[in-house]
Structures are given as structure tokens and as C-alpha cells.
């Protein structure tokens, strides 16, 4: 009943725009070649589509069935890590994994997203969600060589919208470990393009992943989910540069070996850092660490003659007892004519006396100080979550009422074949009649028609395309 309402609108509303357009017609066919050729085919293509209202009870929508979208995986909120790593497809065979699942999907499209905290498999095909779904634990299992009891209770099976909603709030940073990360959207955005290259991609595998970049990018753009830092590490950064501005001139000491330490190690380093000093009981330790990071290794006995050399300090010792003491702070000061030092102390028990907070220059935080300022930040992204699941709702609205719509388009395109063929039928018969016309012309003629007949067909086809979004 909508498919006929939609057509019986070329009963009533295209005359007008018949008639909008042969009155433009008609001023280039006085001016060139006279109005009978022009109101001929207008004509003609009145005549038709009143045929076509005339029998709108015997037409048939003659949609296609639309491809389902799946999404089968696993995620930190499902599976333990080794779980995850036993599942993971390195860089160096996703291609391969690829072009195994399009031979288990010929006509239509998937993408293999796999990173340190989730494995899932995107596919779009004209196979029911169930048999997708049954599909790709088949391949996992044969795959990575175990058995399908090892991992199904870890496994999430979404369709269509839920599939659709589940990604964007993956590329938004909604689903990662760290609420709000950014580094997923590159991910996310990798796999894409690998799948493309392997030719593994079809239509509405690329609009949704499409669809995901620009939402995310929307997401950040009026929300505050990716402010502030949420991690001990980046926390650490910020600190640093919030001191000194510039990093490239400055020496980091780390003192000990623990595993947050070097984590802020290698992010103050991607900020370039000029030097790097490592401290530990064991030199032979300390030069596995500085081998690793480019730093120079000393001994813990040397800390004293090292710390004035030092702007940012990084402790990390399990020892019972303090490390630094304000006697040695403020030698160390005095021998750095007043500049400041930054130190951040990891150490379980503390490594540095709490009053090194109170000289001037110096800027003590420990590890609860950094987390405090991590949780403040995580509570302020946590805030957004509300607004940034509205704009993804209205994303995926959006996405499903096009996806929706693709049932229309090959009834919309056999409308537009049948009338362009009727508008090329009677410009022959024109040109034919109107033989001394130039190029020029019958160019303009022919590019006139074409206006008329997408003028008549714009809102009935619109209507059409509503039809199928319904």
C-alpha cells in the first residue's frame, strides 16, 4: 500500500513538475528547434506514468532481501587474556584468516579486528545471523586448532543494529579497557584497510566501518569522553610537561625496575627526553634496561652523585625503607643552582620521605597521587557516557533506516532504466525529425531531458526510499 501511495504521487504532484520543465523546454526549443519535439516527449512521459497509476494495485515491490550484518567475538569483559592471545590474529596472517573467511562468505564481506583486548570477526551476508554466527566459530576453532568448548562461553553474537551500535561504541572508546582511549579508533581504522586490500570488504561492510570513523570523530568533537589522562603513566607524562614545557633538553633517572616505571619511561621518551639514567641494585639488570631504552646503567650505590644531574625522577625500589631524605634532595638542589626536579615515587613502600614534598622546587607525587588524579579524570569521562550514547543512538538510526532502504534500490533502479530508456526513444525520434541541428544542440536538448525526467522521478523514488527504510 506505501510502494502504490508512493507512485500514485506521479498522478497528481508530477504534473507540476512536467510542465515546470517543458516550460523551460519549451524556451530552448523556440529558441533552436521549436516546441513539437519537446512537448512530444514530455507528453510521453506523462502518458506513462498515468499508466502507471492506473494499475497501481498490480504492482509489486520488488525489493531485495538485505545482507545481515554479524559480529561474533570476545573482549576483555568476556575472556581472560590468555583466552585473548590464544584467539589473536597477528599482522603477519590476518590476510591469510581473511581470505579463509571470504571463501566461507563468497558474497559478502568481513573485517577480523584483533587487538590486546577483544578478537572479533565482522561479516555482512545474505546467510542468516544463526549460520553466520555458527560459521565463524567453526573457523576460530579450526583456525587456531582447539576445540569450540574452549572459548564459546566467551563469545558475543550481535546482528544488525545490535552489531551496528556494538562497533561504534568500540571505535567511540566506549567498550575499551581504558574508558575513552583513542588508540582503538586506529585499530579499528587498520583493520578496516587490511580487510580493503584483501578485497574482503563489500557495500555495507564499508559504510558501517565509514559510518564508525565519522562517529567517533563526532563523539570527541561534542563530548568531553578522551579529556584528561587515565592512566598512571600518561598521568606522569602530563605532570612533566605541565613543569617544564619542553622535555627535549631533560634527563630522566629511573630508579629500580618496575613495571609502571618503565611504562612512563617509554612515554616520556616518545616526548624526547635527552637522556636517560638507570639506577639499580643490579648493574647487570640495570644494563639490560638501558640497552633497551638507549639510557646509560649505574649502580644504587651511585644515586647520591647522580640525583643533581636529574630533572624528572622516577623510583620504583622494593625497599624497606626510604631511599631519599630531604638532607639529600636538598643537596642536590643546591648543586642544580634552584631548578626543579620532578620526582614520582612507584615504590610500595614509599621511596622517597613525604616532607621532600615540602622544599621549594621539588614536585613529589606518589602512586596515590596518580591515581587519584587518573580516577578524577576516568569520573569526568564517565559523566559523558550518557551524552556520548545518545549521538550514537542517533548514529545508528541513521545507518539502519539507509540499510533498510537498500531494499528499494532495485525497483528504483529499474523505474529510472525504464524512463531514461523512453526519454533516449523519443530524443531519437526528435533528432531525427530535426536534422539540422548542431552538437551543441542536441547536447543541450539531451542534457534538458535528462533534467526532466530526474525532476518527475526525485520525490516518488524519495517516497520509495522511505518505504524501504520502514
Known sequence: ????????????????????????????????????????????????????????????F????????????????????????????????????????????????????????????YVSDLLPATDQCRIVRDFLAQWHGFDENEFAFALYELQDEQAVGHLFRVASGLDSMVLGEAEILGQ???????????????KIISAVFQRAFKLAKDVRTRTQIGAGKVSVASVAVDLAVSIFQQLHNKVVMIVGAGENGELILKHLLSRGVAQVLIVNR??????????????????????????????????SVGA???LLHTEDVQSALTQRDGRPVLIIDLGVPRNVNPAV?????????DIDHLQEIAERNTEARRAEIER???????????????????QAEPTIISIRREFHEIREQELAKTFAALPDLTPEQRAEIEY???????????????????????
Open 357 to 365: 614534598a615540602d622544599l621549594d622546587n621539588v614536585y613529589l607525587y
Open 62 to 121: 520488488l525489493g531485495e532481501r538485505v545482507k545481515t550484518l554479524t559480529v561474533t567475538g570476545l573482549s576483555h569483559h568476556t575472556s581472560p587474556v590468555a583466552l585473548r592471545e590464544r584467539l589473536a590474529f597477528p599482522k603477519e596472517v590476518l590476510p591469510k584468516a581473511l581470505l579463509r573467511l571470504r571463501e566461507l562468505f563468497p558474497d559478502g564481506g568481513v573485517v577480523i579486528l584483533s587487538t590486546c583486548n577483544r578478537v572479533e570477526v
Open 388 to 406: 556520548c550514547v545518545e549521538i550514537i543512538e542517533e548514529h545508528v538510526e541513521r545507518f539502519m533506516k539507509w540499510l533498510h532502504s537498500l
Open 188 to 202: 579499528v581504522h587498520d583493520a578496516y584497510l587490511t580487510a580493503l586490500a584483501e578485497n574482503t570488504t563489500d
Open 1 to 60: 500500500m506505501v510502494f502504490a501511495e508512493g507512485i500514485a504521487f506521479i498522478g497528481h504532484g508530477c504534473v507540476f513538475c512536467w510542465q515546470l520543465s517543458c516550460a523551460r523546454a519549451g524556451l530552448v526549443a523556440r529558441a533552436q528547434v521549436g516546441v513539437y519535439g519537446v512537448s512530444r516527449f514530455c507528453g510521453y512521459i506523462r502518458r506513462v506514468f498515468y499508466s502507471r497509476a492506473l494499475r497501481l494495485n498490480e504492482l509489486q
Open 320 to 322: 624497606g625503607e626510604a
Open 282 to 315: 643490579s648493574v647487570e639488570r640495570a644494563q639490560e634496561i638501558a640497552e633497551r631504552y638507549g639510557g646509560t646503567a649505574y649502580s644504587l650505590t651511585e644515586l647520591g652523585t647522580l640525583l643533581p644531574r636529574a630533572d624528572i625522577v622516577i623510583t
Open 448 to 470: 534538458m531531458t535528462k533534467r526532466i525526467v530526474n525532476n518527475i522521478l526525485q520525490r516518488p523514488l524519495n517516497q520509495l526510499r522511505e518505504f524501504g527504510g520502514r
